[in-house]
């Protein structure tokens, strides 16, 4: 089976890891390998170590990307929700990729701050607000938003089955993986 990377980029609370864990079923389901690489995840367990600059976060990017094609090239279906805020850490991904043989596609899980901000999953914009928080992506750093993505998610006021269908529809669409017949999680409101 052919693998792929999903590269899910966004803000903090976007959307990006609800998407991809609710992804990850009925990809399964429809019989593929499935791994999620959560970028928050990647940095606790491969990547302690590193800060929040510019050039920490971009080698960040580029360790997951790598890890990304080395499973997706053994025909892993790779889900990687990270933030990446900069468009040629981006880029680099995708070139990897390319110069490798190995499927890509890359998603914008679009929301705006206030909406994330409103979600704020992990009390990053509160923090930030209280000033105990310095470079938050979108906020006081910047977020480099992708010009020619292959999919667009606007996630605001759209449940995690829609957003979930929209992502499955691009893929299938692509010729990455078959649709799955159904998503099971209906209804449920996006979360972070």
């Not at 089976?1 to 609800?18: D, E, I, N, Q």
């Not at 606790?44 to 080395?70: C, K, Q, Y």
């Not at 701050?113 to 906020?139: F, M, W």
Request: proline share 5%.
């Amino acid at each position: 089976m052919t693998g792929v990377t999903v590269w899910l980029t966004g803000l903090p609370s976007a959307g990006k890891s609800t998407i991809a864990r609710a992804a990850a079923g009925p990809l399964r389901d429809a019989g593929r390998r499935v791994e999620i690489l959560d970028g928050d995840e990647v940095r606790a367990n491969l990547s302690p170590r590193l800060g929040f600059s510019r050039e920490d976060r971009a080698d960040h990017v580029r360790r997951i990307g790598w890890t990304a094609m080395l499973l997706a090239r053994n025909g892993v279906t790779v889900l990687a929700p990270v933030i990446a805020p900069y468009r040629d850490a981006r880029a680099e991904v995708r070139a990897m990729h390319q110069a490798g043989g190995t499927r890509y596609l890359e998603v914008h899980v679009a929301t705006t701050v206030e909406v994330c901000r409103d979600r704020d999953v992990k009390e990053l914009y509160a923090r930030q607000a209280r000033g105990d928080l310095r470079g938050l992506t979108g906020v006081d750093d910047p977020y480099e938003e992708p010009v020619d993505p292959d999919l667009r998610i606007d996630t605001h006021g759209v449940s995690v089955e829609a957003a979930v269908r929209t992502l499955m529809a691009a893929v299938s669409a692509s010729h990455l993986v078959a649709h799955p017949q159904q998503i099971r999680r209906g209804g449920e409101a996006l979360s972070g």
